[in-house]
């Protein structure tokens, strides 16, 4: 359909039921539930069991999103998994295998790698297929293990992160309403500040590399706090500037969910209230890719987004990366 909106038409969430709490972690590493709420505003995250992995999540996630559109998988065209913990190292991709899953045989698949800004680039290409009439019916799913990349014994990171996956179910539809505008950026300049440094071309997987720990996640915390603070909220100005609005339009931001001190702040560099902003990390830590979703899912569900709301997601992450997109809601 050609000169049609992408719009949002089925959400949906999947959460490992471990719930892994800061008293816990207490017991793991030298830390306390006063540090890491008072730094992060994390109570407890959610960890994948033996049998579930990014692949289990992204499925079920997707199969609610399609089962609220009320949408067939053979309606499927393609199917998008950001996530940089796929299912396997190198190939078959995690969507290739979510699409045989979901029965969707007619439907193209590809893994997208933004990190913790994945959500907002599959949306956008999301809307580029539709928008360019390639497409009609796209799933885009944010899935993460997190908890399978982290050092357990590395206080500054493992209490951070929680597993989980949410999707939505992007169609082509009338222009009233849908996805306003989306904005992509990227500075590789920062990659080292977060990143996990073997298991790639540089350093293909040895015995040093598992003997060094360099499977797992390592981080510089302040220098990733202060391009958050900076990054997310100036996307989310240029992404509400394109699409034609002003901030007092906006009536639910979701940021990508990290910490609350950096959703705080980017609020206050929007001149947004707390009652306009959604927050669910204190649950379930930083679910990377899956983060926007399962809040969009979950702020949809509890009535916060209703018809003709007007709602600014924005995330940033490795790369670094960072995005940010405005919906009309339908
Ligand atoms: C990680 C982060 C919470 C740390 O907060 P911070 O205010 O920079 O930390 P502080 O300077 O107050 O404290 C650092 C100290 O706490 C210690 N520390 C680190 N993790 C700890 C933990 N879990 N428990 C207790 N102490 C910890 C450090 O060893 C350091 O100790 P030192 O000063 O003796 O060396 C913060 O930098 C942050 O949120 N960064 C962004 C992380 C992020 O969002 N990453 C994902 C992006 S998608």
Do not use: N, Q
């Given at each position: 359909m050609l000169g049609s909106r992408a719009r949002i038409s089925g959400w949906g969430k999947s959460l490992p039921e471990r719930v892994l709490t800061n008293a816990e972690l207490e017991k793991m590493v030298e830390t306390s539930d006063d540090w890491i709420h008072s730094r992060t505003g994390i109570r407890e995250r959610r960890i994948a069991g033996p049998n579930e992995t990014t692949f289990t999540l992204a499925v079920e996630a997707g199969r609610q999103a399609l089962r609220a559109a009320g949408t067939?998988?053979?309606?499927?065209d393609l199917i998008i998994v950001c996530t940089f913990s796929p299912e396997f190292g190198g190939m078959p991709s995690t969507a290739s295998l979510v699409q045989h899953a979901l029965g969707a045989t007619r439907a193209g698949a590809f893994d997208l790698n933004a990190a913790c800004s994945g959500f907002i680039y599959g949306l956008a290409m999301a809307q580029a297929t539709i928008n360019a009439g390639m497409n009609d019916t796209v799933l885009v799913i944010g899935a993460e293990t997190m908890s399978r990349l982290?050092?357990?014994?590395?206080r500054s990171t493992c209490v951070l992160f929680g597993d989980g996956a949410g999707a939505t179910l992007l169609q082509s539809g009338p222009e009233?309403?849908?996805?306003l505008s989306c904005v992509l950026g990227s500075d590789g300049s920062g990659g080292e500040l977060l990143y996990v440094p073997a298991g790639g071309s540089r350093h293909p997987a040895s015995l040093q590399s598992v003997e060094g720990a360099q499977h797992f996640i390592r981080m510089n915390g302040k220098e990733v706090y202060k391009f958050a603070i900076t990054a997310a909220p100036r996307a989310a100005l240029e992404a509400v500037a394109r699409a034609g609005l002003s901030m007092e339009d906006v009536d639910l931001f979701i940021p990508h969910q990290a910490n609350t001190r950096i959703i705080h702040s980017a609020a206050a560099s929007l001149g947004l209230t707390l009652e306009r902003v959604f927050i669910n990390v204190d649950r379930y830590g930083n679910t990377s890719a899956a983060s926007i979703p399962i809040a969009l899912c979950e702020a949809v569900e509890s009535g916060r987004i209703g018809p003709g709301d007007t709602v600014l997601l924005s995330g940033f992450g490795g790369g670094l990366t960072w995005g940010a997109a405005v919906i009309q809601w339908g």
């Open positions: 067939a998988a053979l309606d499927v982290l050092d357990w014994s590395d009233s309403a849908g996805l």
